[in-house]
């Protein structure tokens, strides 16, 4: 994909052409979970502007934690996280009576499609590539909406708004979630053997962890 292919992408079809979208209800409580604090302000900016709670975690424990008191009603997730790493986020999320059934979104980098695999295996509910734009946010909610899975906003006493909040609006905060430049999330995963669709932990992603990611 051509740079001027990727600006289109993230930054023309963000506008969507005031066309009406399916939101979530206002106030909808969200976590969004990832180690680079860039991509937290980014995600999190977005859904705040569209009227949405934010909560944020930068690892793992964290994220356990948060969902376990706070039962977001939507959570994002980073899969390569030093430490607790998002598939087992995931498992135990899913496992936890009071958690299994919280709708979660995957985050990825990666420029292989394997985390895909692990993510439908785990029960995760969708998937998102970095770099992510606003319509691409967005269309990941909206697919809960439509499949039930989050409720829906009501068109008449709360019509859609497909322009952010100025209130809340941050200028020094980018409007697309761009991996950073030595994000190992870009990195080809090194693998160590076979993928076996019965083992417990996922072998390539994990492979790719570090913990000397800065923004």
Excluded: C, W
């Amino acid at each position: 994909m051509s740079g001027f292919d990727l600006f289109k992408r993230l930054l023309g079809t963000e506008r969507r052409q005031h066309m009406p979208r399916t939101q979530a209800v206002r106030g909808t409580r969200m976590l969004v979970v990832d180690d680079s604090p860039t991509i937290r302000a980014v995600l999190g900016k977005m859904l705040t502007q569209d009227g949405y709670v934010v909560s944020k975690a930068g690892d793992g424990e964290t994220a356990l934690r948060l969902a376990r008191e706070e039962k977001p009603e939507l959570i994002f997730l980073d899969i390569v996280m030093p430490g607790m790493n998002g598939f087992a986020v995931l498992r135990a999320l899913r496992r936890e009576p009071d958690t299994h059934g919280i709708p979660i979104v995957m985050i990825s980098g990666n420029l292989q499609a394997t985390e895909q695999f692990y993510v439908q295996r785990f029960g995760a509910d969708d998937f998102m590539k970095k770099p992510f734009g606003r319509a691409e946010v967005f269309g990941r909610i909206q697919h809960l909406v439509e499949a039930g899975r989050l409720p829906a906003r009501d068109p008449v006493l709360d019509p859609p708004q497909d322009l952010p909040v100025e209130s809340v609006t941050d200028g020094s905060i980018p409007d697309v979630g761009l991996p950073d430049a030595d994000d190992p999330h870009m990195v080809t995963p090194a693998f160590t053997g076979p993928m076996d669709p019965h083992a417990d932990e996922p072998v390539a992603p994990v492979a790719a962890e570090s913990t000397t990611k800065r923004d």
